[in-house]
């Protein structure tokens, strides 16, 4: 027995919520007594792939093939599952990202395996059962699920678990596995950047507004404090309704559910259906001109105040810092 992990890439780039999704799974390669083998998929540099040994892995398989450059939903699952076949690992670890989520029921079906997303912490596995804390109802809630199968796959929610560096380099391998032509039935042809701001569902630190906000015009502010701070923008549903922000900004039930370390609300109410999106962030600021706003029930920080008046002074105090 082992665990395995998937470490996704950008653009040959492994992101931070990867060196915390491999701490994650040495935790729970050390639960189990057990190895953590990484496993990467297309273009990652040599040092970066040895480099996840610092985060836990024990070894490291590089599948590299012209085919998997891009990634593809169904052929991405077959190749994982067949390196846990494989290396013996009944536990498979993701990232809760936009592939993790897709690929984890893919792996699920192959493995046999009880399935468990939007995870939050670490297995409880004192009672000799297998019980992981996950997000429910859209992020609403927690349930705690027990997987009582023998291969389990679990996908970690970005920003739950601390990034742990002790190990060392670890000895990389060459992984190659026979994908099937029926993997390849929908193909990823280009991917083009719609911006070059921090991607929203992978930042630290989000500067959200909504109809407080008045109009389009007044998202400048916005901007400016999201830039200094290196944080990504994003906005309530009726604002990229209205065309004032783009769709992908749309936070929320219906949107994208984020997880930051920092989340700054300006100017939005705190409807269920858009704190369904945030509620796993770790620090939540509100600004609203309405103290009886519901937002300020789940805020960490809260100021009651005008946008107009607040977010500059902010700014300001941001630039002094
Ligand atoms: P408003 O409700 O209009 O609130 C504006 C806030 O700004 C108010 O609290 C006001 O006090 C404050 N304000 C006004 N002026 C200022 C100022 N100068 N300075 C500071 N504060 C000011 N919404 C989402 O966001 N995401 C979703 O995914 C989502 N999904 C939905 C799904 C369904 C099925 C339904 C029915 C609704 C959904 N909604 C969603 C909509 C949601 O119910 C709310 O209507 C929406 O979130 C409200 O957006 P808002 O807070 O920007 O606007």
Request: hydrophobic share 45%; glycine share 8%.
């Amino acid at each position: 027995m082992s665990v395995l992990v998937f470490a996704e890439n950008a653009d040959g780039k492994f992101k931070k919520s990867i060196f915390e999704v491999v701490s994650y799974a040495k935790a729970i390669a050390a639960q189990n007594n057990t190895s953590l083998i990484a496993i990467s998929i297309g273009d990652v540099a040599e040092d970066d792939l040895a480099g996840l040994g610092k985060f836990g892995a024990d070894k490291i398989l590089n599948v590299s093939a012209d085919k998997l450059k891009t990634f593809v939903n169904q052929a991405y699952a077959s190749v994982i599952a067949e390196a846990a076949k494989r290396e013996g690992a009944n536990i498979v670890i993701l990232s809760n990202s936009f592939s993790g989520r897709g690929l984890a029921p893919r792996i699920g079906v192959k493995l046999g395996a009880g399935v468990a997303d939007g995870a939050v912490s670490l297995p409880d596995q004192t009672s000799g059962k297998f019980i992981v804390k996950k997000t429910a109802f859209s992020g609403k809630a927690f349930a705690a699920v027990e997987l009582t199968s023998e291969n389990k796959v679990i996908a970690l929610t970005p920003n739950s678990y601390q990034v742990v560096e002790s190990g060392a380099n670890a000895p990389v391998e060459s992984f190659v596995a026979e994908a099937k032509e029926s993997d390849f039935k929908i193909m990823v042809k280009d991917i083009v950047r719609a911006t070059d701001k921090v991607s929203l569902p992978d930042a630290e630190i989000v500067v959200s507004a909504g109809r407080g906000l008045k109009g389009p015009e007044n998202w400048g502010m916005i901007e400016e404090l999201a830039d200094l701070l290196g944080a990504a923008t994003a906005c309530s549903k009726p604002v990229s309704d209205a065309g004032w922000r783009p769709h992908s900004e749309h936070v929320g039930q219906t949107g994208i559910a984020v997880s930051p370390n920092l989340y700054i609300a300006i100017g939005i109410s705190g409807a269920i259906q858009h704190l369904a999106g945030i509620s796993s962030s770790k620090v939540i600021v509100v600004i609203n001109k309405d103290p009886e706003a519901p937002f300020f029930k789940v805020a960490d920080y809260g100021i009651a105040g005008d946008a107009f008046e607040v977010v500059p002074k902010l700014i300001e105090a941001v630039k002094q810092y």
